[in-house]
């Protein structure tokens, strides 16, 4: 089943979840969705959102630019 997409969230199963999981947080960290709704048989079994920090501050001509964490190593 391919993920849906809607009201800012993308639903998906947990095997397209871990196929495509660098696609998603990819999403999330470019500000494009707020979370991702994992199911299995039809039940949501997880909510993954990318960390406040992550997320794009700056959107420039295809070039982003996110915030640091203090103390990030």
């Keep these: 089943m391919p993920a849906t997409y809607k009201n800012d ?3 998906t199963t947990v095997h397209d979840f871990k196929t495509h999981l660098s696609r998603y947080m990819r999403l ?9 709704i994992v199911k299995r048989r039809g ?18 001509a295809g070039v982003f630019t996110r915030s640091v964490t203090q103390g990030e190593a």
């Design 9 to 11: 969230l993308i639903f």
């Design 28 to 36: 999330l960290e470019e500000g494009e969705y707020k979370g991702v």
């Design 43 to 60: 039940e949501v079994v997880g909510y993954y959102a990318a960390h406040p920090d992550r997320i794009a501050k700056v959107r420039r």
